[in-house]
T-cell receptor, first 116, second 109 residues
């Protein structure tokens, strides 16, 4: 069964450093998402990506964050200068939706980011 | 903005009991997702439903679109069902999900 993969599974970084979280969505999917979950809190939407551009972003997704799909398979989330409050589990998801109908979202296993 | 409420927040039950977790939302939707989050943090999609009922093994999900309410039931619960169960609703357009706070289920042998 196709699956979404994410690397690394755990990333420890110092405050102020740049991190790149990587995701490989399911190959024929069209919509891609990043969500995050701070420990003990609910999962929150960060950004959605369709047709090689951001389709929507949340208030959390400020100028420190960026996404790209550099090679048609990988989908990356970059945090330019990490803060302590960026420590969270980051989930990538993809769906085959055209945007008109709801389709099941497939989640990656997550990357646990720890900022020290 | 869709508000998603789940109840209960925590549920402890004996093995074999019938489990019900509830989810309500404030804005009409096209479908609702039930997700399972394992202790290690990974998220698995259990159901996506837009009307009526769906069944997968011992899991049953129902939705009442008019009342903006969904329930997840587990029959003959087992300790391996212990996890956090999350409902999530999509937005029209790009289907980003808004998540409930989750229900932490613990099944005692």
């Amino acid at each position: 069964e196709p699956e979404v993969t994410q690397t690394p599974s755990h990333q420890v970084t110092q405050m102020g450093q740049e991190v790149i979280l990587r995701c490989v969505p399911i190959s024929n999917h069209l919509y891609f998402y990043w969500y995050r979950q701070i420990l003990g809190q609910k999962v929150e939407f960060l950004v959605s990506f369709y047709n090689n551009e951001i389709s929507e972003k949340s208030e959390i997704f400020d100028d420190q964050f960026s996404v790209e799909r550099p090679d048609g398979s990988n989908f990356t989330l970059k945090i330019r200068s990490t803060k302590l409050e960026d420590s969270a589990m980051y989930f990538c998801a993809s769906t085959g939706t055209s945007g008109r109908l709801a389709y099941e979202q497939y989640f990656g296993p997550g990357t646990r980011l720890t900022v020290t | 903005k869709n508000e998603v409420e789940q109840s209960p927040q925590n549920l402890t039950a004996q093995e074999g009991e019938f489990i019900t977790i509830n989810c309500s939302y404030s804005v009409g939707i096209s479908a609702l997702h039930w997700l399972q989050q394992h202790p290690g943090g990974g998220i698995v999609s259990l159901f996506m439903l837009s009307s009526g009922k769906k069944k997968h093994g011992r899991l049953i999900a129902t939705i009442n679109i008019q009342e903006k309410h969904s329930s997840l039931h587990i029959t003959a619960s087992h300790p391996r069902d212990s996890a956090v169960y999350i409902c999530a609703v999509p937005s029209f357009g790009n289907e980003k999900l808004t998540f409930g706070t989750g229900t932490r289920l613990t099944i005692i042998p």
